[in-house]
């Protein structure tokens, strides 16, 4: 550290990582710290540094030197659709994810750390909806794909994504292999082509829980005690007002929070017009086995239209909401390297084993 602010900022990366010290230059989640960590370190920065520190400002600035340098000129960055660094250096082609509702990218900052693979690895946001020009899903696709192009010129491409973000994946896949570029690594995270659940009649769920539930992921990503608890208004107003009450969350917080409500909203929108083209290839898809009394959830066969080669299947005993909590992050990051370490002439069929299951395309 070269600045009294700077020790103070190392001494609290170090704390809440359980490190002796850290360097001005290391990044947070490349040693170790992940979505809860960042909550715990906003939480002490606000107390001791700078009280209206965003959460999303770690994120974009995970380096203690950075950070100083964002907070002392006060221009901490607050864009929510920009592409976003989980990890910068690395020798090989990067991994692009796609968040799910909500647009909060960071998601996979806790799966990078146990990501064994040397790459960059960057977060995707959708661009904001405008009023004026409501986009479906291929045009998104198209942006992202143009985005894509500009860091990375050349493939093979990697790309990865969670629920709505699982959709967005193989829709900027199969516009890559439109456009002639190559796809190594197609990875969706408990998505599908179809968006329908089915409800039995004798329970009370509705589509209504669903949505409460993507909120309540979202307030305890934040560090919202008993999120369960909270019930959000149906209009910006109301949502305002009420997140402005919750002791946990600083004022740059309610404002992204209400970002995301938007964001959920528009991809509901989003996945009820999304018409996939067929990816040419095989794919990796990681499926949440638990679901709520009551529902009956989409399979991952309704994916066999949509891809040709073959689907090898990793099954975790969670439910759609944690699957990137740990210890699935962990599993997840392992099924990654695994593929991503092995020789390139080799299939998905050829790393199955009982824990995964690989199937045809024709399922």
Known sequence: PRTPQEEILAGLFAEVLGLDTVGIDESFFDLGGHSLLATRLVGLIRSRVYPSLSIRALYAAPTVV??????????VPEQLDAMLPLRRGGAENA????????????????MVGHLAVDCPVFGMPMPRPTTENAQDMQAIAAHHVDAILTKQPQGPYRLLGWSVGGMMAHAVATTLQSR????????????????EVQYVQSQTHDETDIHAKSFHALLRGFGVRSPEAFVPGTD?????????????????????LCDTFLSVHESRRLTRTFVPS????????FHATATPAGIVPPSPADWAPYITGDLSITELPTDHFAILD???????????????????????RDHSSSEHVTTKGTL
């Open 66 to 75: 950075a950070l100083a340098a964002s907070i002392n000129s006060a221009t």
């Open 95 to 110: 991994i692009f994810c796609f968040p799910p509702a909500g647009n909060l990218a960071w998601c996979y900052s806790g």
């Open 180 to 195: 002639g570029r190559t796809v190594e690594l197609l990875a969706i995270i408990d998505a599908y082509p179809t968006v």
């Open 236 to 256: 910006m107003v109301s949502l305002r007002r009420q997140l402005s009450e919750l002791v946990d969350l600083s004022n740059a917080d309610v404002e992204l």
């Open 278 to 285: 067929v990816f040419k290839g095989d794919a990796l898809f």
């Open 326 to 348: 740990a210890p699935y992050r962990q599993r997840i990051a392992a099924r990654l390297t695994e593929i991503l370490t092995v020789p390139r002439d080799r299939g998905l």
